[in-house]
């Protein structure tokens, strides 16, 4: 089955800079690539996704881009704020069928004023 | 619309006691899912449903049962709970093929001493 690995598990920046979380998942059939966003005490939403059949999708400060060679995704946010500090999820499965999406551990980013 | 909902916000149970999380969404969607959220640990799936009346296991299947009777409605029960299972509970929904986005409870914090 899937397998999606998030790194880092934490991390920090100062606000004004980029963060970037990183994600690799092990099954090439998988096709779609969904971000969420988790804020503290709240639930889980969805801020972004990318289907392979595109490299880059971009959103106002956020992005994530895909290499389906290497099987790695990323989340690009530029010029973090203090309301981007959340826990951030990445995950992956296919498109169309019954197959459940595979969450990563998550990254918890933390935007420093 | 209130999306989707879960009773209760919050449980405590003794060990070996039984319970169920109640779990409702009102956007007529046919998939529906139950996760546990661990701390360093993300979100794993537990069961989901593709529609009424169908349920497949999930990651951590173990200790829970879970049923779709009704559309709108996905419970989730502990026959006999233990410690390990002290954890946060999010439903989620989703309506496949042409929406992949899952839309999240509030979440059910369970404590088991």
């Known amino acids: 089955g899937e397998n999606v690995e998030q790194h880092p598990s934490t991390l920090s920046v100062q606000e004004g800079d980029s963060a970037v979380i990183k994600c690799t998942y092990s099954?090439?059939?998988?096709?779609?690539f969904p971000w969420y966003k988790q804020e503290l005490g709240k639930r889980p939403q969805l801020i972004i996704d990318i289907r392979s059949n595109v490299g880059e999708k971009k959103d106002q400060r956020i992005a994530v881009t895909l290499n389906k060679t290497a099987k790695h995704f990323s989340l690009h946010i530029t010029e973090t704020q203090p309301e981007d500090s959340a826990v951030y999820f990445c995950?992956?499965?296919?498109?169309?069928?019954?197959?459940?999406?595979?969450f990563g551990k998550g990254t918890r980013l933390s935007v420093i004023a | 619309n209130a999306g989707v909902t879960q009773t209760p916000k919050f449980r405590v149970l003794k060990t070996g006691q039984s319970m169920t999380l109640l779990c409702a969404q009102d956007?007529?969607?046919?998939?529906m899912y139950w996760y546990r959220q661990d701390p360093g640990m993300g979100l794993r799936l537990i069961h989901y449903s593709v529609g009424e009346g169908t349920t497949a296991k999930g990651e951590v299947p173990d200790g829970y049962n879970v049923s779709r009777l009704k559309k709108q409605n996905f419970l989730l029960g502990l026959e006999s709970a233990a410690p390990s299972q002290t954890s946060v509970y999010f439903c989620a929904s989703s309506s496949p093929p042409s929406v992949r986005t899952q839309y999240f409870g509030p979440g059910t914090r369970l404590t088991v001493l």
């Open positions: 995950a992956a499965s296919r498109f169309s069928g019954n197959t459940p999406l595979v």
């Open positions: 099954d090439s059939a998988s096709n779609y």
């Open positions: 956007m007529n969607h046919e998939y």
